[in-house]
């Protein structure tokens, strides 16, 4: 009976395998979409305030004036040690995560509240994409595309900073938050200093220690590709980027820049190169481990992913959770159920706002293939309750319809 069961377990399973995407994934380069902004990220010119210092509604009703705040800081770690230019300086509203800007080589970061920059994607980041990405639900970076305290018109009002916060992302960091409740467009633009904290147990680093040894002109020439890609310079920052490289071949955040900024320009190839160039600078960063890692699983190169993915984990379990997610994917594309189900679980653990209902979903997949048939609905079910796509609602019924009526039938 329990041979027979298995067998039947097995068939029923082929009928249940479906890929799961990668949440939080740019729908046109692969690269996590963690700024909010696709493209080349250029943004709508600020409308124009009236000299009444109101603003007119479509009902003729006066509104108050929204002005545009500049705000401006520093990052440092704890301990005093110096971090790289290019550290991710975020922006939290409610819960919803954009990244503002970048520190430049001083550490310092400056920008405009209610302007949409085309900031660099990152890795490291933990921002939300601009959207749940074909249609697949909330993505694992955490946040819906409810941008709360950005205004499209480039201008915010001041009640809208009440339920904000700043703070840096860089792997192998905790960040303090600065609390922007209170601040007005007059007070001193300067926040004062986000401080990180190293966390043990994580070997890895978002930026890499080549940036200390970089020459000015290399530095410089990274700065300006920054600034550049901020600005949606796409072209300017290309240049500016392999300039740095070219000056010092061992700079490793500019090969990984490098990478991001050619694969949203759709050149594929050239991002692999200039990740490969980045590890072989510097095999602890990262950023660059993350983005093979989504290349290769765009591919359906299930080994390739894994063995990025993994490596990416091993060196930093903590700040990256669409790697242990990508982990999961190809691990179960490769019937490594075991590890599948570690990296799943991960995942889930780390997800502490349940952002990723796919997660349990893909878990509730990699239960069946366990014969775990009782567990395997618990997780089709909740996921279930969590999606609104209707094709996925349509086949996950389908699927947990199987299962139940199997486990009826056939009864341990």
């Not at 000299?51 to 006066?62: E, H, I, R």
Request: aromatic residues 6%.
């Amino acid at each position: 009976m329990r041979l027979h069961r298995n067998t039947a377990i097995a068939a029923l399973l082929c009928s249940l395998v479906i890929i799961p995407n990668l949440p939080g994934q740019n729908k046109a380069t692969g690269t996590p979409a963690t700024t909010g902004t696709t493209g080349t990220g250029t943004s709508s010119l600020p409308s124009i305030p009236s000299k009444n210092n109101t603003t007119t509604t479509n009902s003729g009703a006066s509104a108050p004036l929204q002005r545009s705040i500049f705000l401006s800081g520093k990052v440092m770690t704890d301990d005093g040690t110096p971090l790289p230019m290019g550290v991710a300086v975020e922006r939290v509203c409610g819960g919803n995560i954009r990244v503002a800007g970048y520190t430049d080589s001083k550490g310092q970061f400056s920008f405009e509240w209610g302007k949409s920059q085309g900031v660099l994607p990152d890795a490291a980041s933990s921002s939300s994409s601009d959207g749940p990405p074909i249609g697949q639900g909330p993505n694992i970076f955490g946040i819906s595309s409810n941008n709360s305290g950005f205004s499209a018109s480039g201008l915010t009002t001041e009640n809208e900073m009440a339920n904000c916060e700043l703070r840096a992302a860089a792997a192998g960091f905790r960040s303090d938050v600065i609390h922007l409740n209170g601040h007005r467009s007059m007070d001193d633009p300067n926040v004062g200093t986000i401080v990180l904290h190293r966390l043990a147990g994580v070997e890895g680093s978002s930026v890499s220690a080549t940036s200390y040894k970089a020459p000015k002109d290399a530095k410089k020439a990274f700065e300006r590709g920054m600034e550049a890609f901020n600005k949606g310079k796409t072209a300017e920052a290309l240049k500016s980027f392999d300039k740095a490289v070219d000056s010092y071949p061992k700079y490793a955040d500019a090969w990984f820049r490098l990478g991001l900024v050619r694969s949203q320009s759709g050149d594929t190839p050239g991002a692999k190169d200039a990740y490969a160039k980045a590890l072989e600078a510097d095999s602890k960063l990262v950023g660059p481990y993350v983005e093979m890692g989504l290349i290769s699983l765009r591919l359906g190169d299930w080994r390739s992913t894994a063995d990025a993915m993994d490596r990416a984990v091993r060196l930093d379990p903590i700040d990256y959770p669409q790697a242990w997610y990508g982990s999961a994917v190809a691990h179960y594309n490769l019937k490594e159920y075991p590890s599948a189900e570690k990296s799943i679980r991960e995942v889930i653990r780390l997800d502490v706002k349940h952002t990723n209902p796919r997660a349990g979903y893909l878990l509730g997949l990699i239960l069946a293939e366990k014969q775990d048939l009782d567990g395997a609905a618990v997780q089709l079910r909740a996921y279930l309750k969590a999606t609104t796509d209707p094709k996925e609602i349509e086949t996950v019924k389908s699927q947990l319809g199987k299962i139940e009526q199997f486990a009826a039938n056939h009864p341990k």
